[in-house]
């Protein structure tokens, strides 16, 4: 099966990356992922789409190059990243059922966030 290429647009400057990584703070992973949890149990798994849109948010992953993830100060300590030269649509398969087992994932918008980048609208408007 062939490969595609992935563009990936820099959330700071909105140009194309060619080096750079994506990102996500795992320290706000990590509060979300405490936060829906104490919500189903405050809620004993049943919520309405009102107790949802209170809900807590995900934290974003975002595409930066290089340079512009130094602007912001460079990475953080509690912050995870991966190498955009390392994503391919075929690698994101692996990278996602390694990620799977961490409780943080979760806390995170990373399915819709690839989603968005690998699936046609079209597509992704019927799932």
């Not at 975002?62 to 649509?89: P, W, Y």
């Not at 059922?97 to 597509?123: A, H, R, Y």
Request: overall charge negative; some cysteine.
């Amino acid at each position: 099966m062939p490969d595609h290429n992935i563009e990936w647009i820099c959330a700071e400057c909105g140009k194309l990356i060619e080096r750079g990584y994506l990102l996500v703070s795992l320290e706000d992973a990590l509060h979300n992922q405490f936060l829906k949890n104490r919500c189903e149990t405050d809620h004993n798994s049943s919520t309405t789409f009102r107790g949802l849109e209170k809900g807590p948010r995900s934290a974003n992953w975002r595409a930066l190059h290089h340079c512009c993830g130094a602007k912001e100060g460079g990475m953080q300590v509690l912050e995870f990243s991966i190498n955009i030269a390392d994503v391919t649509c075929q690698s994101l398969l692996f990278f996602t059922l390694n990620m799977s087992g961490d409780t943080w994932l979760s806390g995170t918008d990373w399915v819709s966030f690839i989603k968005s980048k690998v699936m046609p609208e079209s597509l992704s408007a019927e799932i």
